[in-house]
């Protein structure tokens, strides 16, 4: 008698060809719009299913988790970020929690560049500028921004976006820097030509731009606070492509309105879609809506990685992508 198939269920809308591949392997629950669910469609959907497949938007903590029942044995998170789920609360549950770690660090590592150039060189600017109809011609000092050869670009965070971002910007002639947790192998250091900083507070105070791509912890939250972004040079831009909560948004707005810092481009925002009105308002920001990831490619090997994690799980084996908490 043939195995009973999987329950799983989708939170959001996935491409089209990642909805279909689940639809044929596992008996699957699919979204027909593609808003968030509310917390206590997460719980029902929790309560019912086998398997649950959330997104980012999704916020899954403990008492979500305590009221999940027996059944639910798999979170597979599509993404790699799993700050908002609870997963020392599933692991005590019994709860599997997976994730889709390395897809997106390519697509990542691009779009930082973008904005470093946007940033430095004031696209965003010339944009508003060109939209307006406020350009009058070509000036010896119009709209001047720096050059990226030759300027020190300090890395937080080096894992595979970290990494992916410093290849990018050698061939841009940046002189690359790191804060880690760990300290990266000799032998990656020499082929990135990356200099190591062991103290963060060092790092940050000689860079001229400083790129966050560390994950939202209780002990990354706000690690970029008001002492730390003093600390950055008067002419020194920061970007931030991971997470919101990395950086003491509030902060940050200050210093860029009092000009004790040249400029951000930021993709992620400390309140989520809610944007410090104050960022929309001045001119040295670059704003993206958190699509540093957003490419098709990218979303189609993300899924298929949930596809792995769970069909690994249903043969009865630990999934390739496990979540542990002391992994966080």
Same mark, same amino acid.
């Given at each position: 008698?043939?195995?009973?198939?999987?329950?799983?269920?989708?939170?959001?809308?996935?491409?089209?060809?990642?909805?279909?591949?689940?639809?044929?392997?596992?008996?699957? =629950?699919? $979204?027909?719009?593609?808003?968030?669910? #509310?917390?206590?469609?997460? @719980?029902? /959907?929790?309560? &019912? *299913? +086998?398997?649950?497949?959330?997104?980012?938007?999704?916020?899954?903590?403990?008492?979500?988790?305590?009221?999940?029942?027996?059944?639910?044995?798999?979170?597979?998170?599509?993404?790699?970020?799993?700050?908002?789920?609870?997963?020392? =609360?599933? $692991?005590?549950?019994?709860?599997?929690? #997976?994730?889709?770690?390395? @897809?997106? /660090?390519?697509? &990542? *590592? +691009?779009?930082?560049?973008?904005?470093?150039?946007?940033?430095?060189?004031?696209?965003?600017?010339?944009?508003?500028?060109?939209?307006?109809?406020?350009?009058?011609?070509?000036?010896?000092?119009?709209?001047?921004?720096?050059?990226?050869?030759? $300027?020190?670009?300090?890395?937080?965070?080096?894992?595979?976006?970290?990494?992916?971002?410093?290849?990018? *910007?050698?061939?841009?002639?940046?002189?690359?820097?790191?804060?880690?947790?760990?300290?990266?192998?000799?032998?990656?250091?020499?082929?990135?030509?990356?200099?190591?900083?062991?103290?963060?507070?060092?790092?940050?105070?000689?860079?001229?731009?400083?790129?966050?791509?560390?994950?939202?912890?209780?002990?990354?939250?706000?690690?970029?606070?008001?002492?730390?972004?003093?600390?950055?040079?008067?002419?020194?831009?920061?970007?931030?492509?991971?997470?919101?909560?990395?950086?003491?948004?509030?902060?940050?707005?200050?210093?860029?309105?009092?000009?004790?810092?040249?400029?951000?481009?930021?993709?992620?925002?400390?309140?989520?879609?809610?944007?410090?009105?104050?960022?929309?308002?001045?001119?040295?920001?670059?704003?993206?809506?958190?699509?540093?990831?957003?490419?098709?490619?990218?979303?189609?090997?993300?899924?298929?990685?949930?596809?792995?994690?769970?069909?690994?799980?249903?043969?009865?084996?630990?999934?390739?992508?496990?979540?542990?908490?002391?992994?966080?």
């Amino acid at each position: 008698m043939p195995k009973e198939r999987l329950s799983v269920v989708v939170t959001r809308r996935l491409p089209e060809a990642v909805e279909t591949r689940l639809s044929e392997l596992f008996n699957v =629950s699919l $979204r027909d719009d593609d808003t968030p669910m #509310s917390r206590d469609e997460l @719980v029902e /959907a929790m309560k &019912t *299913a +086998d398997v649950l497949v959330p997104t980012l938007s999704d916020t899954i903590d403990a008492p979500m988790i305590t009221q999940a029942g027996g059944r639910l044995k798999l979170i597979a998170n599509y993404g790699a970020g799993v700050d908002h789920i609870d997963v020392e =609360s599933a $692991r005590q549950r019994g709860v599997l929690v #997976s994730n889709t770690p390395g @897809v997106s /660090a390519d697509d &990542t *590592a +691009d779009m930082t560049i973008a904005m470093i150039i946007g940033a430095t060189r004031r696209i965003p600017e010339g944009l508003r500028m060109m939209a307006k109809g406020d350009w009058s011609g070509w000036a010896p000092n119009a709209m001047l921004g720096s050059r990226m050869g030759g $300027r020190r670009l300090g890395i937080l965070g080096m894992g595979h976006v970290g990494q992916a971002v410093a290849q990018r *910007a050698r061939a841009f002639g940046m002189q690359i820097h790191y804060h880690n947790r760990r300290r990266l192998h000799s032998g990656i250091e020499e082929a990135l030509e990356a200099t190591y900083w062991e103290s963060l507070d060092q790092m940050v105070a000689r860079m001229d731009v400083l790129t966050v791509h560390c994950p939202h912890t209780p002990g990354t939250f706000h690690l970029m606070n008001a002492r730390r972004l003093k600390l950055l040079k008067k002419d020194a831009y920061l970007v931030n492509t991971s997470r919101g909560e990395v950086i003491d948004e509030n902060a940050l707005v200050r210093m860029l309105k009092s000009g004790d810092i040249a400029g951000a481009a930021l993709d992620v925002y400390e309140g989520g879609t809610e944007v410090n009105p104050d960022l929309r308002r001045l001119g040295n920001v670059v704003l993206l809506p958190h699509m540093g990831s957003a490419t098709v490619e990218g979303r189609l090997e993300m899924g298929e990685k949930v596809i792995i994690n769970i069909k690994t799980f249903d043969d009865g084996h630990r999934p390739p992508d496990l979540v542990v908490p002391s992994m966080l």
